[in-house]
């Protein structure tokens, strides 16, 4: 495989141009930087080490961890969001699109839609879709690692993490804490109603969601990229990642983790980055 990939080299590129960014902040003293400045040298060290191990073998273990460690790091780069908007912006664009929203519709969609439709059912159905945008990424990419091979696999990793860098990337220069964290009473995603999936959806959001990420929505973004490459790649997913992809774009918005106009900013993220992508696959890849 050799010591540098193309998902090696985007995450690197990532890391290092994150790390720029918090030298920056931490000339200014904005905290959390330093932290996050250690924790983006311990990724680099791992990258260094995984490509290093799997660069010379054919061995099941290192091949494997090698197109699967890249993902491994979603979250800690996640998590640093909130540590480099404010290096490069004073206040996030919550009140901005706010008021849009109100110029467009004249309610806020993310405070009206639970509202109008209290259901407990359709809140479970909407948890349910958002819990299960989790599993996108492990199921496309195991798939399509037994139906077509690690190369076929490798792309798969390749154009979701080029997704999830650009949103990151986003979300520095337009930062958005999201609805649950802009309204009242400021608190974060709550225990939404609901029977199961309300739950274990509440279990991976109250520990898991910072304030920044709203715009675009990346969940929509990736949800959409995967699912058109399950489309292409394992076609015996297409149909129920598309139907929950279709009940995510409501589901986000009825849950206040995102404005409205965050759900066709994601459409258009995820087109653009299945388009790029798909246009540049391997000569002869299938």
Same mark, same amino acid.
């Given at each position: ?120 059912? %359709? ?8 819990? /299960?945008?989790? @599993? *996108?990424? =492990?199921?496309?990419?195991? &798939?399509? !690692? ?77 949800? %959409? ?8 790649? /394992?076609?015996? @997913? *297409?149909? =129920?990642?598309?139907?929950? &992809?279709? !009940? ?39």
């Amino acid at each position: 495989m050799g010591t540098w990939r193309p998902l090696d080299l985007a995450l690197v590129s990532y890391a290092v141009l994150a790390s720029l960014l918090l030298l920056a902040g931490l000339a200014k003293g904005i905290p959390g930087c330093g932290r996050q400045l250690l924790a983006n040298a311990v990724v680099l060290v791992v990258a260094l080490a995984v490509t290093r191990w799997s660069r010379d073998t054919t061995r099941v273990l290192p091949t494997f961890l090698r197109f699967c460690y890249v993902p491994l790091l979603y979250l800690v780069f996640y998590h640093q969001i909130e540590v480099i908007w404010p290096i490069l912006r004073a206040v996030s664009m919550d009140a901005g699109l706010a008021r849009m929203e109100w110029r467009l519709f004249h309610v806020q969609p993310s405070l009206a839609f639970s509202v109008a439709l209290p259901f407990p059912w %359709l809140s479970e159905l909407f948890c349910f879709a958002y819990f /299960a945008y989790y @599993l *996108f990424a =492990p199921v496309v990419f195991f &798939t399509v !690692l037994s139906r077509r091979g690690y190369l076929a696999a490798e792309r798969i990793v390749l154009a979701t993490s080029l997704c999830f860098f650009s949103c990151y990337a986003i979300f520095w220069l337009f930062p958005a804490v999201g609805p649950h964290y802009f309204f009242p009473p400021h608190l974060g995603p709550q225990l939404y109603d609901g029977y199961i999936f309300n739950h274990l959806l509440f279990f991976l959001t109250s520990s898991g969601e910072i304030r920044a990420g709203a715009f675009p929505s990346s969940h929509v973004a990736v949800a %959409l990229l995967l699912t058109l490459l399950a489309r292409r790649d /394992a076609p015996v @997913l *297409f149909l =129920p990642l598309a139907l929950i &992809t279709a !009940l995510m774009l409501p589901a986000v918005v009825y849950l206040r983790a995102h404005y409205l106009v965050d759900v066709p900013a994601g459409i258009l993220v995820g087109i653009l980055a299945f388009a790029i992508t798909n246009s540049t696959r391997p000569a002869g890849a299938r």
